[in-house]
């Protein structure tokens, strides 16, 4: 079992990662490279892990920190805002394109099969709008 301080360590190398990733990552989908989104993501689950796994450590006990980790705590702490503000900013942007591109999908449907016959009784039943 890994140590807080290792854990530590580990947390802010992946923040260190996270930062570094998040500043190649355009807001425009189409602007990025898939592999660059999907290290983000995996970075962004992996620092996930390893909170868990120190609020555990925690939990069990108290942790009693050293002023070089409060230091690195301190440098997290200050990140986090930044992280949060860029990670939301990049998920609206792309919520955003998957629903204009769910929207041209569904325009393209309509335009395809305008007249989807709907026959009852011998009526039809104009269904364009």
């Known amino acids: 079992m890994e140590t807080h301080r290792e854990l530590l360590q580990r947390l802010y190398a992946e923040t260190c ?4 990733q998040l500043a190649r990552v355009h807001e425009d989908m189409n602007k ?20 868990a796994k120190l609020q555990h450590l925690q939990q069990e006990g108290s942790l009693a920190w050293t002023g070089e980790e409060k230091e690195l705590l301190a440098r997290l702490k200050d990140w986090e ?7 939301r900013s990049l998920y609206t942007a792309f919520a955003r394109q998957l629903q204009k591109l769910n929207q041209g999908k569904q ?3 309509k ?13 039809y039943i104009d269904k364009r709008k």
């Open 111 to 123: 335009y395809q099969q305008p007249y989807a016959a709907i026959y009852t009784d011998g009526t």
């Open 81 to 87: 805002p930044e992280l949060n503000e860029r990670l």
């Open 107 to 109: 325009a393209a449907h």
């Open 32 to 51: 990025n490279d898939p592999a660059v989104v999907e290290q983000l993501q995996a970075a962004v689950e992996a620092r996930g892990h390893t909170i």
């Open 17 to 20: 990662r996270i930062r570094e």
